[in-house]
T-cell receptor, first 109, second 115 residues
């Protein structure tokens, strides 16, 4: 079982839709979590950190469920520019960062 | 402009010909790391460095070497490249504060093909 698992997608959604991705992690000692965004053939960039209480940044909401060991990313009012691959990242003991393989989102007209 | 710079961005080489991919950051970050990204496998860490002269193996270090003689530079060395090292490589850096790695800043990537 992979340490961090994501549905690869692609998720094809119309513009304006709300879409949610989940990411599960197997290491219960994981301390922090992040969502990175990666455009095709580009470098990953931090989208948002995920806090225990959940956090929101504009149209994006991230939540953590430690009991079930998953984190989620919700995107409201999807834009064409949201089309990208979203990488889930878990930081474990010793500051080891483990990346998921990513979920591809395609927002269509 | 704060950035991580990798060179070369694209390289085609042949088996056994030593090569170095350079990485430089101008943000005075303590932490630097190399990743390779392959389809279906995601980003996997090759080596990382907490500070000058401090390096350690990641998940897939075989066939690679690194050095950290200066804070800003973290070159990746392939002594004898093989076709299974064909991949997209990313260098990343981060602040190291309070015992934690912060946001990772990635270079633009180096696409390496080994024939």
């Amino acid at each position: 079982r992979k340490e961090v698992e994501q549905d690869p997608g692609p998720f094809n959604v119309p513009e304006g839709a709300t879409v949610a991705f989940n990411c599960t992690y197997s290491n219960s000692a994981s301390q922090s979590f992040f969502w990175y965004r990666q455009d095709c053939r580009k470098e990953p960039k931090l989208l948002m950190s995920v806090y225990s209480s959940g956090n929101e940044d504009g149209r994006f909401t991230a939540q953590l469920n430690r009991a079930s060991q998953y984190i989620s990313l919700l995107i409201r009012d999807s834009k064409l520019s949201d089309s990208a691959t979203y990488l889930c990242v878990a930081r474990g003991g010793g500051n080891k960062l483990t990346f998921g393989t990513g979920t591809q989102l395609k927002v269509e007209l | 402009e704060a950035q991580v710079t990798q060179n070369p961005r694209y390289l085609i080489t042949v088996t056994g010909k030593k090569l170095t991919v350079t990485c430089s950051q101008n943000m005075n970050h303590e932490y630097m790391s190399w990743y390779r990204q392959d389809p279906g496998l995601g980003l996997r860490q090759i080596y990382y460095s907490m500070n000058v002269e401090v390096t350690d193996k990641g998940d897939v270090p075989e066939g690679y070497k690194v050095s950290r003689k200066e804070k800003r530079n973290f070159p990746l060395i392939l002594e004898s490249p093989s076709p299974n090292q064909t991949s997209l490589y990313f260098c990343a850096s981060s602040l190291w504060a309070g015992g934690r790695i912060g946001e990772l800043f990635f270079g633009e990537g180096s696409r390496l093909t080994v024939l």
